[in-house]
Structures are given as structure tokens and as C-alpha cells.
């Protein structure tokens, strides 16, 4: 579905509930029921961020496209969140791993005299053992 949003900042239901063509108890329900978390303001208005517009479009297309009911909205969403998780801590031990990689080259390159291409280690001929019976 397309954004159609204009510009940044925070809508009030009504608002949300003509731009997206749905009835404002839809959005309350989508909120008891955990879906959407809009913030509020000090006389309890609801207000709903980018984010949460966002949110409702992934929402909206999974009733309205996919015929996804409540239940398996809710579960999407956790499993998608649970997901981002996993992705997010993925991310961090690649950056872990990459710095640990490159602390060590940089050391092992210190140790080296900064030589670009690492220095061989002399070689120890080995002369052949004889076989007695010869």
C-alpha cells in the first residue's frame, strides 16, 4: 500500500482513520489488542508517529491483502520483531568479529615490522635417514 504521508510529525485518529479509509475503532481495537502502541498526550489523545503509520500499513496489509486475522497479525508482528532482534545481535558479533580480525592483522603486522608481505621463517634442511640395511 502506499505511504500517504506528507510530512513528519504526529496524527490524531481521526486523521489516521481518513488517510488509511478505516473506522477509528478499528485503530482502538488494533491498540487493546496490542498492534499498535500510539503515544498520548496529557488529555489522553492518541497521537500516531511515523512509525506507528508504518506499522498500521503492515497491518492493514496483512488484513486487507492477505485476509490475516487479529491473532495472526499479532503473532506476524512478534515473530517479525523477534526476528529484528536476531538480526540486530547477528550484526553486532560481525562488528565484534571484524574488529577482533583487524586487531589482530594490525598486531600481528606490528610484530612483523610492518612488512606487507609476511616475512617466511628460515627453512631446516633435514638430511634423508639412511636405511641400515644398505
Known sequence: MPTKRKSKGAYMI???????????QTLRLYEREGLLKP????????????????????ILNLARDLGVNIAGIAIILQM???MEEMNRQMQGFVDYVRSE???RMQHSFQQQGSAMV????PVVVVPPVR????
Open 39 to 58: 503515544s498520548r498526550t496529557e488529555g489522553n489523545t492518541r497521537l500516531y508517529t511515523d512509525g506507528d503509520l508504518e506499522r498500521l500499513e503492515f
Open 101 to 103: 580480525m583487524l586487531s
Open 14 to 24: 481521526s486523521a489516521v482513520a481518513e488517510m488509511y479509509d478505516i473506522h477509528p
Open 118 to 121: 609476511p616475512l617466511r621463517r
Open 80 to 82: 517479525r520483531e523477534r
Open 131 to 134: 636405511n641400515k640395511r644398505q
